[in-house]
């Protein structure tokens, strides 16, 4: 997993801009499906056949996308203005590395003069080094896309810290289900989705959905913790196994299939937990209400300090996922 990790978080891929991401994956999830294509959207979706006659359709679904920046103006000094892709926190964002998809680096900064309570996205800019306007353009320009610098580091234990785990981490638990689903295949039909454009307003699963039209949808994304300082209560921490979502702000998952995979990590001892998120949501939302909709549910992975640059997350909660999902679609 660890070495999985290191592969997906090294592209710089935000909303709208994927493929470099999708590129990684695609020959790491080939191996153990049966077909493998992309759709209109760029989802990138791999299938794996099931051995009944009468296979169910089952969407696993992770997003491949990242929070990040487009350029919106280039000043006569050759400082770059951004807008915001997704879910920005201008504290986090301040002061670091950042990376264009062209390879350009640059250091994301304020303006001077800025408090630290007045610090809001649009008082960023971002310094290449740039002498002036016109040398700024000729590696810049309107249009493209940067984000954080990517990559983590290990902590104690299996812990890790960096960006961007939301959700890299989702992807490589997909990749690792259908690994061990070549050991002992599954009687049902398996789709597994990477999708795009979550981080926007879950876009691509809405379409990735509508084409498979699956009976049981399971999403896998990050979820937040109540085990920081002066965090608000909340029963998921860091260390304590998959969490089984119940809700978020945009889905009630279908009790049956909370309760089915709850029985099912306690009759194979998969440690777990389970969540009630109250602001946020993921691609679950998206799979439930597509088309004629489908039973959904979600499996996250507890995760500090989101949509920041040191996201941290245990790797054994991420195979507590692996391990509760591949049981249950044995099963």
Known sequence: ????????????????????????ILPLIAPYTDKVWSDAMGNLI??????????????????MDEIGFLVTHVDD?????????????????????????????????LEAGVTPA??????????????????AEKKVKI????ALEGGFTRLLGRRIAG?????RVGCAVLIKIAEKLTETPCADDVYFVFSVQEEVGVRGAKTATYGIMPDIGLAYD????????????????????AAIKI???????????????????????????????????????????TGAGCRAAALSIPTRYIHSGVEMLDLNDAEACVDLTVAWLRK
């Open 77 to 109: 000094n050759g400082f770059i203005r951004v807008a915001p892709i997704g879910g920005i926190n201008p504290v986090a964002a301040a002061f670091t590395n950042v990376t264009f998809g062209g390879g350009v680096k640059g250091v994301m900064v």
């Open 222 to 241: 990050v979820t937040g913790t109540g085990d920081s300082v002066g965090a608000k209560p909340m029963a998921c921490s860091v260390g304590g196994g």
């Open 1 to 24: 997993m660890l070495n999985l990790m290191k592969a997906l978080t090294a592209p710089r891929a935000i909303s709208g801009y994927e493929k470099a991401v999708s590129d990684k």
């Open 118 to 135: 007045d610090i809001k996205v649009d008082k960023l800019l971002i310094d290449i080094g740039a002498k002036d306007k016109k040398e």
């Open 143 to 146: 249009g493209d896309y940067c």
């Open 247 to 289: 809700k978020d702000s945009s889905v009630l998952c279908d009790r049956e299939l909370v309760d089915e995979l709850a029985a099912v990590a306690k009759e194979n001892d998969i440690k777990h937990q389970f969540e009630i998120l109250l602001a946020g949501g993921t691609d679950t939302s998206s799979m439930q209400m």
């Open 46 to 63: 791999a299938y794996k056949k099931g051995t009944s006659e009468n296979a169910k359709k089952i969407m696993l679904c992770a997003h």
């Open 163 to 167: 960006r961007p785990l939301d959700d």
